[in-house]
T-cell receptor, first 112, second 117 residues
Framework: NAGVTQTPKFRVLKTGQSMTLLCAQD?????MYWYRQDPGMGLRLIHY???????AKGEVPDGYNVSRLKKQNFLLGLESAAPSQTSVYFC???????????FGQGTRLTVV | AQSVTQLGSHVSVSEGALVLLRCNYS??????LFWYVQYPNQGLQLLLK??????LVKGINGFEAEFKKSETSFHLTKPSAHMSDAAEYFC???????????????FGQGTILTVHP
């Protein structure tokens, strides 16, 4: 059982370049999330989705876009990368409510 | 709005000593609370969760936490630390307690636990 899989695991971008991070889950969860992790700040919610075809903004959405065309996939896009987006990005999924969230292994992104 | 504060960004203990990681929360609705652990270069793994049942919650690897509403706290403890407990620990509160729930988590800043031989 793969759980939550993120690709790629590492990426270096130049300022202004674009990229898409892919998240796939095989647990049939309705809810999916993108968080970023920065030292001393914990994890902060970027965007989330409550079902196929839906997306919503989280705490730090600026500079990111997302799409959920299929229930099992949740894509995070950076249209024009900035050094401030250097971070570790985590995707998670859950059944919502009081259920726990399952996290991917993370994507370490560096913008130079 | 919800918030979580973890007191102490770094905690160091000797192997066999008590582990105490502090977490205080703020929530306008009955909270659902979680502790997650992150080992180096890995994702987050659930240690335990409080969802309004028993106030003393037992988790994996010998960890437990007690929900104290009067103190708005959810501190994590383990009686005897092991070298393998060295990791970063995150306390989180969910938006789940007030009716419609999307399972969004608000995290504390994290506490790095070091265990000395």
């Amino acid at each position: 059982n793969a759980g939550v899989t993120q690709t790629p695991k590492f990426r270096v971008l130049k300022t202004g370049q674009s990229m898409t991070l892919l998240c796939a889950q095989d647990m049939n969860h309705e809810y999916m999330y993108w968080y970023r992790q920065d030292p001393g700040m914990g994890l902060r919610l970027i965007h989330y989705s409550v079902g196929e075809g839906t997306t919503a903004k989280g705490e730090v959405p600026d500079g990111y876009n997302v799409s959920r065309l299929k229930k099992q996939n949740f894509l995070l896009g950076l249209e024009s990368a900035a050094p401030s987006q250097t971070s570790v990005y985590f995707c998670a999924s859950s059944q919502g409510g009081r259920a726990e969230a399952f996290f991917g292994q993370g994507t370490r992104l560096t913008v130079v | 709005a919800q918030s979580v504060t973890q007191l102490g960004s770094h905690v160091s203990v000797s192997e066999g000593a008590l582990v105490l990681l502090r977490c205080n929360y703020s929530s306008s609705v009955p909270p659902y609370l979680f502790w997650y652990v992150q080992y180096p270069n890995q994702g987050l793994q659930l240690l335990l969760k409080y969802t309004s049942a028993a106030t003393l919650v037992k988790g994996i690897n010998g960890f437990e936490a007690e929900f104290k509403k009067s103190e708005t706290s959810f501190h994590l403890t383990k009686p005897s630390a092991h070298m393998s407990d060295a990791a970063e620990y995150f306390c989180a509160v969910s938006d789940s307690g007030g009716g419609t729930s999307y399972g969004k988590l608000t995290f504390g800043q994290g506490t790095i636990l070091t265990v000395h031989p």
